[in-house]
DNA sequence: AAAATAAACAACCGCCGTCAG
DNA sequence: CCTGACGGCGGTTGTTTATTT
């Protein structure tokens, strides 16, 4: 079931030193077998125990990211937009605070989101003539970063961007994405008790 | 219909803070 | 006290998918 060729090809005796690339549904399947069986964390050691050629690093995120049961992918709401939006705006570039705040959102997802389809919108508005500005400022960001609050100190400052955000941003498409299988095919598939 | 271009997404990399030895 | 390993984070890149010409 390989399809890409690429990769590394060099020397074939037992490289497999370390897998990179894309997951494949075999590895996530080991993966995600090893964690219902064992338990998450200490990732270098579970890479290792699992049999996976992948860093700890690569299954942490792996997990964190995709696998995990109560992750959510694709399909954010305008409520979720509306809220990384404001959360952005108060607190900047700080992913994982954010995806704190969204439950089952990773801050990967939050920060490819933010940066393929939100800020080229307020560039959009905040910049409406391309002129000769070549780099983008997140004016968001740097505006900002003085107030360092607790995490519960919710200051009253008013986003640029507040108020019609659905309106600017069009209708929030609710297309339902398909994938050829995704992690409730694999969760279904495996054993109960594979202990 | 095909090619070109843009967008979306998954994953890697380097840096940094923390903690055990 | 110093050092190295590990986990977490944000930035960035490479690849796939969608859209436009």
């Known amino acids: 079931?390989?399809?890409?060729?690429?990769?590394?090809?060099?020397?074939?005796?037992?490289?497999a030193e370390v897998r990179k690339g894309p997951w494949t549904m075999e590895e996530d399947f080991i993966l995600i077998n090893y964690i219902a069986n064992h338990g998450e964390g200490v990732w270098n050691s579970l890479a290792r125990s699992a049999g996976l050629k992948r860093t700890g690093k690569s299954c942490r995120l792996r997990w964190?990211?995709?696998?995990r049961p109560d992750v959510r992918r694709g399909n954010i709401t305008a409520e979720e937009?509306?809220?990384?939006?404001?959360?952005?705006?108060?607190?900047?570039n700080r992913w994982s605070k954010i995806a704190k705040q969204l439950p089952g959102r990773t801050d990967n997802e939050i920060k490819n989101y933010w940066r393929t389809r939100i800020?080229?919108?307020?560039?959009?508005q905040t910049e409406p003539f391309p002129s000769q500005n070549s780099e983008l400022q997140d004016n968001a960001s740097t505006?900002?970063?003085?107030?360092?609050?607790?995490?519960n100190g919710v200051e009253s400052y008013s986003?640029?961007?507040d108020g019609n955000l659905e309106a600017l941003l069009g209708p929030l498409s609710t297309e339902s994405n398909e994938n050829i299988w995704n992690v409730?095919?694999?969760?279904?598939?495996q054993l109960p008790n594979n202990h």
């Open 1 to 15: 079931m390989e399809k890409k060729g690429g990769s590394s090809s060099s020397s074939s005796s037992q490289d």
């Open 64 to 67: 964190l990211n995709y696998l």
């Open 81 to 92: 937009q509306l809220l990384i939006m404001e959360l952005h705006a108060r607190w900047g």
């Open 119 to 124: 800020q080229k919108h307020i560039n959009k």
């Open 143 to 151: 505006s900002n970063e003085i107030c360092e609050v607790g995490d």
């Open 159 to 161: 986003p640029t961007y």
């Open 184 to 189: 409730e095919d694999l969760w279904s598939m």
